[in-house]
């Protein structure tokens, strides 16, 4: 430590001091934003996985206010999507984008229905169906904003491994409920023996496997949701931490330090004054009055 303080020693602490504070407030941006964008990840697919919950017993309730109303009135109340958006149609496109978004996004990207609908045109009956309804279909699918996010391990292990064991994946079920549904949307009757067969079919299939798996993802998606106000609490309280811990190294390493050169540098400023004013009483005693 030098014995007086001079303008280098000045320019070294200060730039120490200022590079402690600017090194915390750096980790916790760099730590922070990494946190917050996994946060914002586990979000958008927890929305997705919720819209598809709703989007499915939607798609389910339509089909079959569709088929019952078709019995009771006949044919003509039961026409394919080309007689106009009707409410099962409207469901059948808002399980198409939502699941479509989500398969897209998986970690397996785009499961093996796009790879056998070359060979299995039954099997990618929904899929070449949906193409023919949208516009664009993928700027549809651009509004889930699931595009570069990664899916937690928690749903993704559901969507493609299934619940448990021996559980079917979720992706296939929700696949068979779009082959499903396809064949009641595009019945020219929906209260034909092929569209309340399908209609049956779909009922047990949501009823029977589909639900269970809803309501074992429920509270993963409770948990992705709200998980993500602690962690920035969390967050916030590491970013006071680290500046408290700058400013004590900056008091104990930095200013500390400055004490005794202080002192030091002040003694001979103290003495010449005293000296000084000594000078000074002998001479007024000799000055007229």
Request: aromatic letters at 6%.
């Amino acid at each position: 430590m030098p014995g007086s303080i001079t303008r280098e020693f000045l320019r070294k602490r200060y730039w120490t001091a200022k590079i402690a504070i600017l090194a915390a407030l750096l980790l916790c941006i760099i730590g922070g934003w990494s946190v917050v964008d996994s946060l914002q990840s586990d979000a958008h697919f927890a929305r997705a996985f919720s819209q598809l919950t709703e989007a499915t017993h939607h798609l389910r309730a339509e089909v079959q206010r569709a088929v019952n109303r078709s019995n009771e009135s006949g044919a003509d109340a039961g026409q394919g999507p080309t007689s106009g958006k009707s409410e099962l149609v409207q469901a059948f496109e808002e399980l198409v984008i939502v699941f479509t978004a989500i398969r897209n996004a998986d970690p397996d990207g785009v499961s093996e229905i796009d790879d056998d609908a070359e060979t299995d045109s039954e099997e990618a009956h929904w899929d070449l169906l949906a193409h023919r309804m949208f516009e664009n279909l993928d700027e549809e699918i651009s509004h889930v904003n699931l595009a570069g996010q990664e899916m937690p391990d928690s749903l993704a292990m559901i969507w493609e491994d299934g619940v448990g064991d021996e559980g079917p994946e979720l992706e296939e079920l929700i696949g068979e409920v779009l082959e499903l549904a396809a064949v009641i949307v595009e019945a020219e009757d929906q209260s034909s023996p092929a569209s309340r067969e399908a209609a049956g079919a779909l009922e047990d299939l949501v009823s029977a496997e589909i639900s269970p798996v809803f309501h074992t993802i429920a509270p993963i998606i409770d948990d992705e949701l709200t998980s993500g106000a602690s962690l920035i609490l969390y967050i916030l309280f590491a970013t006071a931490f680290a500046i408290v811990c700058a400013l004590i190294f900056n008091t104990l390493v930095i200013f500390a330090p400055w004490r005794r050169p202080l002192s030091r540098a002040n003694r001979p400023s103290h003495r010449s004054a005293t000296a000084r004013s000594r000078l000074r009483k002998p001479s007024a005693v000799f000055l007229p009055s």
